[in-house]
């Protein structure tokens, strides 16, 4: 049975890739970072894990758990919306740490097992990584920068058989806006 890794699973565009995948065969493993959220994946009949993706040591425990990965979804993210002054350093390197820093670490944590398999890596960006809008700069530029790291993960990962893509939504009906913090 194929199995996919999929992040940021709690609502939304995770959410729903979960339960695409799970009915089309695949072995679903879907993290959340809060307890509650993992029951209820566990109780949907994924394979929840509870992960921080920016915990490098719980990545390295995830990774313990596979021989092989046919695909890995970074999907986890972070949206601080506001002025850029008036969120300042400290707001960006929140988002990038989540939005960008993390797909390097969850990448490089899976690596072996996706060499193994062959595997795909899908980067969820955004449009916004293209469109830049007022008062959501912070996220704006962590998304283009979400464009260049798939770009490049591309180009390096080719020569061991792995794929990377990056997917850019636009505007999809998730809680995602009512969690931003703002």
């Known amino acids: ?7 940021g699973c709690s609502t939304g565009i995770g959410r729903a890739l979960a339960d695409a995948f799970k009915s089309a065969g695949y072995e679903v493993w879907a ?12 109780a949907a009949g994924f394979i929840g894990v509870q992960l921080d993706v ?8 995830l990774a313990a758990g596979f021989e092989g990965l046919d695909v890995l ?8 919306m506001g002025p850029l002054l008036d969120g300042g350093v400290e707001a960006m390197q ?18 072996p097992a996706l ?3 062959k595997g795909l890596v899908v980067n969820i960006g955004s ?11 912070a996220y704006c530029a962590s998304k283009a920068a979400v464009h260049a790291l ?18 850019q939504p636009g505007a999809i009906d998730t809680s995602f806006a009512k969690n931003a913090s703002h």
Do not use: C, H, W
Request: no cysteine; hydrophobic share 45%; net charge neutral.
């Open 54 to 61: 920016n915990d490098g040591p719980a990545l390295d425990r």
């Open 31 to 42: 993290t959340a970072r809060k307890a509650e959220d993992v029951a209820a994946l566990n």
């Open 73 to 80: 979804i970074n999907n986890a993210g972070y949206g601080a």
């Open 1 to 7: 049975m194929p199995n996919v890794l999929i992040t």
């Open 115 to 117: 060499r193994r398999n």
């Open 150 to 167: 798939s770009d490049a993960l591309r180009l390096e990962l080719a020569p061991f058989s792995i794929q990377v893509m990056e997917v």
């Open 127 to 137: 449009v916004s990584g293209v469109l830049v809008t007022p008062f959501a700069g």
């Open 94 to 111: 929140r988002q990038f740490e989540t939005n960008v820093f993390s797909i390097v670490g969850v990448t490089r944590a899976l690596f």
